[in-house]
Every structure is written in structure tokens, then in C-alpha cells.
């Protein structure tokens, strides 16, 4: 049994930052743990061009001291000016640009209405070699929530794959087996995997009472493909790396008559899944999932910086709030003991 274990400085493919007084909140929590982070760009207004990501990036700097790397990301919708979009890429202010389906999730009501209108910029993507990554839900409201994410599959990114065989595409924040299986065959395709979908299932969410701090989206499913993320990300596959989703949303905001989507799990995250992957008895795994398999992916240097974790008799006393002012912020709890810590970076 071990009791120790030391990765290379993991990497966050995909947090939520928010932005203005929020950012104080959640941005040192990210540092305190994390070499790069993919910085999603739904935020009100939406990061929608070459301006915006380079002050966006400049307001989150102000609260990094641990040389945290925030990767920004564009928020892609029909009036994406692709000059604009690949001259910000060449000059390294965005990493990627994100694909909301219209009304998916958090500040997605300007995300794409129809997938075939920015066919030209996806095309311009693939030639300059910038990442897609992917909000894949159906958001048609005859699709079952639950089905939304292989709906969306079947429908849309088999035809984006298909017919831009070149282009680096993320499917993010995947819940389903169907997502895993397709892909595990599809070519240029990679997948991040939440913490809370690796540690929680619906019933968590739904029995014996709602519980709205696990409400998210893509929403929480059956036992059997959390269980199937499990089974992937302790694999070792290299085509899925972890990307938190780590979502904030003040508590009135999530605890209301129709409350927020999202789930704040940037604290504890990664002992969560180090508990997860000793479960399955995969810790030679966890390097890869949280470190190696997204610096693989998207060709970015592999930290020469390490993260000690360090197994403990009491199991973790988790943090209920996080606090600055009048911002309250609930932390994701799983509903299992943790009894490994963070106990050093060098």
C-alpha cells in the first residue's frame, strides 16, 4: 500500500474563472494547485474577440502568485471574425476556441444556433491548427436531458470529425459510455472528465432530497457511466486528461426556484480523484490523467514541477464555504471518505 505519491504539477483543461469581484474568490484556489488551466470564455459579456481574451487574461493575472498559466479561449458563435480569431491565436493571447450549443449550459444563450453556419471557421481552424473544444449537448427540446450528450454526438460531431478530419477536438466535461466508446475510435479526438463525475452519479443529486450544489451540466447520470469514466480515466488511455469544470456560482444563486448550473470542486479536486484512482487500485495511473495525457494532447511542455500527496489516518475535514465579502460559494463535498492530502510543491 502506498503512502506517498509524487506527479508533475497537474493541469486544469477546462475551469470557470467568472470574472470581476469573483475572480479574487477562485483564481488563487486554481494557483494553489495547478501548472495550466484552460480559462473558459462564457462570462457576461462573452470573450468573444482578440481584445477581450488579452484583458480578460490581464484581470485573472492580478491574482496569480504561483506562476499558474491561464490558456484563453474564444467563444465561438456566427459572428466570429476569423481574421480576428487566428490572429489571436498566432499571437498565443487565445489557446482555443470554445463551442457552446445555444442554451446549453451557463451563458451559452450566444453560442451557436446552427452547427453548418461556421463550417467556414471550423475549416479556418483546422488549417491554422486551433483547438475546438466542445459543450456536446443537444440542446433540441425534444431531446431527454439525460440523452442530450449522445444525441449530440450521433448528430453533430460525427459530422464535424467527418468532414474536418484535421481539426483538434476536445469533447468536454464527457458523462456517458456512448461518449467514451466514440472516443476511444475516433481519430484527433480527445475528452476531459470532471471530478464530480468521476465521484458522483444522479442518485447522489436526486435521492432523498434535490441537492442543487450537484445540479451541473452536462447533468449527472446513472451509476453505470460513472462508472465506465472511472474504468477510462484509471486506464491510462491517453486520449482523456482531466478538466474540472470547476463552475462557481454564488450559494443564492444556486439554492433558488430555478438555481444555477455548475459545481465548484477546484478545492480538494485533486485529492478526490487520488482517492478515486487508489479505489481502483490505478495511483501508477494518476500522473497521466491529471498531468501527462493533456500535455500529450495539445503539445505543451510537461511540468518539471511536482505535487506530493500523502496518505492520512483522518480522512479530509473538507472546507463547507469559500468566503471573500458578501461572495459565498458552496465546495463540492463526494459523499465517500478522502484520506489523501496535498502536502507539498517543489
Not at 19 to 46: A, F, G, Q, R, S
Not at 242 to 250: C, I, K
Not at 283 to 298: D, H, I, P, T, W
Request: aromatic share 8%.
Amino acid at each position: 500500500m502506498k503512502n506517498k505519491i509524487i506527479i508533475s504539477n497537474p493541469n486544469d483543461m477546462h475551469v470557470h474563472f467568472r470574472d470581476n469581484e469573483m475572480l479574487k474568490l477562485v483564481v488563487p484556489e486554481t494557483d494553489k494547485i495547478y501548472e495550466n488551466c484552460i480559462v473558459m470564455p462564457n462570462t457576461v459579456p462573452p470573450i468573444t474577440n482578440r481584445e477581450m481574451a488579452k484583458d480578460y487574461k490581464l484581470r485573472i493575472n492580478k491574482y496569480i502568485k504561483n506562476n499558474l498559466n491561464p490558456l484563453m479561449t474564444l467563444y465561438l458563435n456566427e459572428n466570429t471574425d476569423e481574421n480576428d480569431m487566428i490572429r489571436a491565436f498566432k499571437d498565443k493571447i487565445i489557446f482555443a476556441v470554445k463551442l457552446y450549443p445555444q442554451g446549453a449550459t451557463t451563458n451559452s444563450d450566444k453560442g451557436v444556433k446552427n452547427l453548418k453556419n461556421i463550417f467556414p471557421l471550423l475549416r479556418k481552424m483546422e488549417i491554422n491548427k486551433i483547438p475546438l473544444l466542445i459543450h456536446g449537448e443537444d440542446t433540441d427540446e425534444k431531446i431527454d436531458i439525460f440523452d442530450r450528450e449522445k444525441s449530440f454526438i450521433d448528430k453533430y460531431l460525427t459530422k464535424i470529425v467527418n468532414k474536418f478530419p484535421k481539426l483538434k477536438v476536445t469533447l468536454e466535461h464527457i458523462t456517458t459510455s456512448e461518449a467514451v466508446q466514440y472516443v476511444k475510435e475516433t481519430t484527433n479526438l480527445g475528452a476531459s472528465i470532471t471530478p464530480h463525475h468521476l465521484a458522483s452519479n444522479r442518485n447522489d443529486m436526486l435521492v432523498s432530497g434535490i441537492r442543487p450544489h450537484l445540479y451541473c451540466l452536462p447533468i449527472l447520470k446513472r451509476r453505470k457511466h460513472q462508472e465506465e469514466l472511472i474504468k477510462v480515466a484509471t486506464s491510462g488511455n491517453e486520449k482523456f486528461f482531466l478538466g474540472t469544470d470547476s463552475a462557481p456560482h454564488e450559494i443564492k444563486h444556486k439554492e433558488n426556484i430555478c438555481g444555477c448550473a455548475g459545481v465548484f470542486n477546484t478545492i480538494n479536486s485533486i485529492e478526490i480523484i487520488t482517492q478515486i484512482f487508489d479505489e481502483a487500485n490505478s495511483l501508477s495511473q494518476l500522473e497521466n490523467f491529471v498531468s501527462k495525457n493533456s500535455a500529450s494532447f495539445y503539445k505543451i511542455p510537461f511540468s518539471k514541477k511536482k505535487l506530493e500527496l500523502i496518505r492520512i489516518d483522518k480522512p479530509i475535514s473538507f472546507q463547507d464555504e469559500l468566503i471573500e465579502g458578501d461572495l459565498k460559494i458552496k465546495i463540492y463535498k463526494p459523499n465517500f471518505e478522502v484520506n489523501w492530502k496535498v502536502s507539498r510543491r517543489f
